[in-house]
């Protein structure tokens, strides 16, 4: 964007806010600094897919340039929002001036002890994000589950940038899935324990982007185990990410309908795979793998599934194995129609069938890998404990070691107690046992807290 057009931006922003916090919504005032700053914002998303405003000190960042210093009311706006928490602005294409009016409203709106990003979603504001600016790298020092969040919660956020872009009809930036790409990778390789443990995490508000995140990661963590690396590791990725992206053109009522979906609603969620083929075969620069992944995502081990009539073929690695954690990943996470279900029921439905859906060898692996209660997984132990898992045993998947946070009487520890469930007493009996898997939001907890 250029620097002129962005200064410009910024300055509409500021100046439509300052005039929603003097007057009344129907002032000629108000409503023309509306409409100016819903024109310039349109028109920078007509060049590209989205329109990032950063806050750093007294400084605005638009898209990674900077604006130049000097201009005060600028140093103020800047200063305004980050005292508000506000550290970055990001705009979607799709943009209507209507989610501009909102979020300036609500933006003007200083009582309210409502968060603003619930309030603009709560307006129906999908393509303004506000946030804080989180860093993207870790080095090899600098790992455990605070660098973890921050990685994945940049990957979630560039996930939703690249679906919105394909929702547009542009083609999604494969330089910014290769910066998500990038950061799982270093994770699998030097901290596959809190990556899968935020993977996890069961919210279906976002759901679309968190699974495309999941996937990926999921995916990277079993090739990791096949001991392949480097490139490949990052295609076999890359292309997980984009497993799904040709739900872009699948109407909502159908992706998020609570009941069975009739025959013809079927035959349109069917589509995907061939739109998610058809998008990524034409978006430059993207891996070969990413649009035969997509295509084949779906099909089982004998061809069955969709699309349908597709000749004799021999599926891709690549696509096994993103069949495996899409179907995973899905099962276990909560959806507006169900909830979603334990580690140890997902086991048995991907087990079970009598025409496999998933290569045998790799599904073994798979479960070998996550064991039976993965890390980051609250769970009841048979005292009535309430715990987080922190590590697996080596040969016993029913046996983890955990950190015990509530007691049996429903208090909070003050001092999470680390337990190994196989460890015996003096009669040479186990003490503790897990149970079951507890959803966390079922009880308020966050067990990342106690990673």
């Not at 933006?107 to 619930?118: W, Y």
């Not at 560039?158 to 494969?174: F, I, N, R, S, V």
């Not at 001092?415 to 003490?431: F, I, K, M, Q, Y």
């Amino acid at each position: 964007m250029q620097q002129q057009k962005a200064e410009d931006l910024v300055r509409r922003l500021a100046a439509a806010l300052r005039g929603t916090e003097l007057y009344s919504p129907t002032h000629p005032l108000v409503q023309r600094g509306i409409e100016v700053l819903s024109s310039d914002a349109i028109d920078a998303l007509r060049e590209a897919p989205s329109v990032i405003i950063g806050f750093v000190g007294n400084e605005v960042v638009v898209d990674g340039g900077r604006l130049p210093r000097g201009s005060a009311a600028l140093a103020s706006f800047a200063r305004d929002l980050r005292e508000r928490e506000i550290e970055k602005v990001t705009l979607t294409r799709g943009l209507t001036r209507e989610e501009i009016r909102c979020f300036v409203t609500a933006l003007a709106d200083r009582e309210s002890r409502v968060a603003l990003a619930d309030r603009l979603t709560k307006g129906g504001v999908h393509h303004i994000k506000v946030g804080k600016i989180v860093v993207e790298d870790v080095s090899d020092d600098q790992v455990g589950i605070g660098a973890a969040r921050r990685i994945y919660a940049t990957a979630v956020e560039t996930a939703e940038t690249l679906w919105q872009a394909a929702k547009a009809g542009d083609q999604p930036d494969p330089d910014a899935a290769r910066s998500i790409i990038d950061g799982l990778a270093r994770l699998v390789t030097q901290d596959r324990t809190s990556l899968m443990a935020l993977t996890t995490l069961k919210k279906y508000d976002n759901y679309t982007f968190t699974h495309m995140v999941n996937v990926s990661a999921l995916a990277m963590a079993q090739v990791k185990a096949l001991n392949i690396d480097g490139t490949l590791l990052r295609e076999f990725g890359f292309a997980a990410l984009m497993h799904d992206i040709g739900k872009v053109n699948t109407p909502l009522e159908i992706l998020n309908k609570p009941d069975k979906l009739t025959n013809e609603e079927f035959e349109i969620m069917k589509r995907h795979v061939v739109d998610g083929a058809h998008i990524l075969r034409r978006t430059p620069d993207m891996p070969a793998l990413a649009p035969i992944v997509a295509f084949e995502h779906h099909l089982k081990q004998d061809l069955s599934g969709y699309p349908e009539k597709i000749g004799s073929r021999k599926l891709n690695l690549c696509t096994m194995i993103v069949s495996i954690a899409d179907v995973f990943d899905a099962l276990r996470s909560n959806r507006p129609y169900r909830q979603g279900l334990a580690t140890a029921r997902i086991r048995a439905i991907m087990g079970e069938q009598e025409n496999p859906a998933f290569n045998q060898v790799l599904l073994k692996r798979f479960v070998n890998l996550m064991g039976l209660f993965p890390v980051g997984n609250l769970v009841r132990l048979s005292t009535d404990e309430l715990a987080v898992v922190t590590a697996e045993h080596p040969t016993d998947p029913f046996r983890p070691q955990v950190k015990i946070i509530v007691d049996a009487t429903g208090q909070t520890l003050e001092e999470p107690l680390l337990a190994n469930t196989w460890d015996r007493d003096s009669r040479g009996d186990h003490p503790r046992a897990v149970v079951e898997a507890v959803d966390p939001e079922s009880v308020g907890i966050d067990p990342l807290k106690y990673m």
